[in-house]
């Protein structure tokens, strides 16, 4: 029996064989297995023992459909790589590797020739699908990538310094023509992922907290699912998905709390199955802030036919408009970096309104699109003012206000939309600015006396929602559960179909629920569904989660302490995960040895489960007595302590003893 190791680190020929539908040879040994095979790719999460654990490790053959393998299982049976022979041919085809006994990563060598092309990651390790076609170990192309995902390789790019992986989460001339992306709109978008290596040596030149120790945690957005720009919009020819302001949330070296960082994605569409960046990533430090919209999502200006003088300059619109359109792009496009001065940034932001004002302007005989730039105005410097990046923008925001309250007809949505936004860059500056306790209660107490006259004032404006469940939050989080619970009851009332009036409803069975049975039935993260009806005659403490919040990992040692304590006696735990999505949460799980049943629905803190019961912090408990009612809701892991032997009807066992 034959048995050798490929040049390129491949198990082969010899050591896998089906003839006549058997398998032989006496097969590699863990040590062989462990210190040979790794995976070609960087980031990947696999178990792999230590040393000293080898001998505790198997490896077997087995057979696997048409096929066979030798199947490595660590000391306590759990699957931790397979290599498989899937046309048998003596020779393996596909190398498996695993985490907590679930396959994340797969190699495939397609064409038989004992290199691999493709590399997979799969179930908690995410769903990334690489095309290596010269087979020198490098991913050439994408043939799969969530945006989520593109955002990891986008910032593992720029830890790296790896312009050549960058390039391939970038959009290229290719990806627009296959899109019909308009010629204009195009070249500004070709513009900004241009010439990538140095842009990538020029953002790390300037950045003072990525290292190469750091690491990416997450993806984010301004909104919780993708934009669908309408084909009609005229800026392509087909639909396009996209995500406007995508952002990475970063783990660096620096001490807690200043360990994360926000780097900013950007506009990042969707081709095919792939998602791909329309710039190059930058990381958010100091005063750094980018007001921009994407080039995608700037408001196109209109004439006749309604074509967008942004995705068609010239052809039916106003020059001047067009110019201003290309200089706001322009000055976008060399916003400050995070070690510019602060007066680089007063400047900035004070170009761009002097820019935005003349644009509204001229746009005056067309109602439609001069909101739509005095809109982008008003967020621009409640942006600036929120991130402290302009200290004259409250100032112009005021004087906005009062002209446009002479301008506007009577009822115009306008005169609420920036009184809202004036009122949120007020607080900002009144939190910024206070140096007590005293001075941050008083800035708290302002706050809610303005929502309340907002929402008195503009009771169906369009941000009337978010300022009364900004209302009844604070309320809650004051302690003044009674008047919380009245706004909650008037936003459900007044505005049933928002998402914030879904939650205000659910925020009222929570509040309401103690004493009552809890309505909590929604599909598990491993499938089916888990309904706590089926959990009687048990204490079950429900736990709403994330794996991004801090304060649940830290809850946790606590936790399983309890649970080990008291399950003989009934005792068990159901978490509802409020991650946005699954990816992850298992492993998560595994690695913190999290053993109790999950329920998870898309959506994260806007899911169903979360909206049910309007979850506003994290994390959030009930405790249910033996008898399936709400027994307390515990604001932490020691009042689930102090009251589980009451739930568990302990103390009335002893006393009937």
Request: glycine share 8%.
């Amino acid at each position: 029996m034959r048995r050798r190791l490929l040049s390129c680190g491949v198990l082969g020929a010899g050591l896998l064989s089906l003839s006549a539908g058997t398998l032989r040879s006496e097969g590699p040994t863990p040590e062989f297995v462990f210190s040979k095979f790794v995976p070609r790719q960087r980031d990947v999460e696999i178990e792999t023992p230590k040393p000293t654990e080898y001998a505790k490790c198997t490896v077997k053959p087995e057979k696997l459909g048409k096929g066979s393998a030798w199947l490595v299982t660590g000391q306590n049976g759990q699957v931790l790589r397979r290599f498989v022979d899937t046309n048998n041919d003596d020779t393996v085809d596909q190398w498996r590797y695993y985490n907590n006994g679930i396959e994340v990563y797969r190699e495939i060598d397609s064409n038989f020739n004992e290199k691999p092309d493709q590399f997979r990651w799969l179930n908690t390790g995410g769903s990334r699908w690489g095309i290596d076609s010269n087979e020198d170990k490098n991913i050439d192309a994408w043939k799969v990538l969530s945006a989520e995902e593109a955002s990891r390789v986008a910032v593992n790019a720029l830890l790296a310094n790896d312009a050549d992986m960058l390039r391939l989460v970038l959009i290229t001339a290719e990806d627009l023509a296959q899109l019909k992306i308009e010629d204009s709109v195009q070249k500004q978008m070709l513009a900004n992922v241009s010439n990538p290596a140095a842009k990538l040596r020029d953002v790390l030149s300037k950045t003072k907290s990525l290292t190469p120790k750091s690491r990416w945690m997450r993806f984010d957005a301004a909104s919780a699912m993708p934009s669908m720009i309408p084909a009609d919009d005229g800026k392509a020819a087909g639909d396009l998905l996209l995500y406007e302001n995508a952002m990475a949330i970063i783990e660096t070296e620096a001490a807690p709390p200043r360990n994360s960082l926000l780097v900013q994605i950007g506009e990042i569409v969707k081709i095919g199955d792939v998602w791909k960046l329309t710039q190059i990533p930058l990381p958010i430090e100091g005063n750094q802030v980018q007001l921009s919209a994407g080039v995608l999502m700037q408001p196109g200006q209109s004439g006749a036919g309604d074509v967008p003088a942004a995705a068609n300059p010239g052809a039916n619109a106003d020059p001047r408009v067009a110019a201003l359109v290309k200089q706001l792009q322009e000055l976008d496009g060399k916003a400050p970096t995070a070690d510019a001065s602060p007066a680089a940034f007063v400047k900035f932001n004070s170009d761009r309104a002097t820019v935005l004002k003349q644009l509204i302007s001229a746009t005056a005989k067309d109602p439609k699109d001069q909101e739509n730039w005095i809109r982008q105005l008003i967020d621009g410097l409640t942006s600036a003012v929120q991130t402290g990046a302009y200290e004259g923008g409250l100032d112009q925001l005021k004087l906005l206000e009062t002209q446009l309250k002479s301008q506007l007809k009577a009822g115009s949505p306008l005169a609420s939309y920036i009184g809202y936004r004036r009122m949120l860059a007020e607080y900002s500056v009144a939190v910024q600015t206070a140096k007590t306790s005293a001075a941050q209660a008083k800035a708290q107490e302002e706050w809610i006396k303005d929502l309340q006259g907002f929402v008195e004032t503009h009771p169906k404006a369009e941000d009337a929602p978010d300022a009364m469940i900004q209302l009844a939050t604070g309320l809650e989080f004051a302690g003044k559960a009674g008047e919380a619970r009245k706004w909650f009851a008037q936003l459900a009332e007044d505005h049933p179909k928002t998402t914030a009036g879904r939650k205000a409803v659910g925020a009222m069975t929570r509040l309401d629920v103690k004493g009552k049975p809890l309505p909590l039935a929604f599909a598990g993260l491993d499938g089916g569904k888990v309904d706590i009806r089926n959990y009687r005659d048990k204490a079950v403490l429900v736990v709403f989660w994330a794996t991004w919040c801090k304060p649940c990992f830290e809850d946790l040692p606590k936790l399983k302490a309890l649970y080990q304590q008291y399950r003989t006696q009934g005792f068990e735990v159901i978490g509802v995960n409020l991650d946005n999505t699954p990816n992850g949460v298992k492993g998560y799980m595994q690695q913190n040895g999290m053993t109790w049943p999950q329920i998870h629905e898309a959506g994260g803190l806007e899911s169903p489960p979360s909206l049910a019961f309007g979850v506003i912090s994290l994390p959030t408990m009930f405790l249910v007595d033996k008898k399936g009612n709400v027994h307390s809701r515990p604001a932490s892991i020691e009042d689930v302590k102090a009251a589980l032997p009451e739930a568990l009807e302990l103390k009335m066992s002893t006393a009937t003893k």
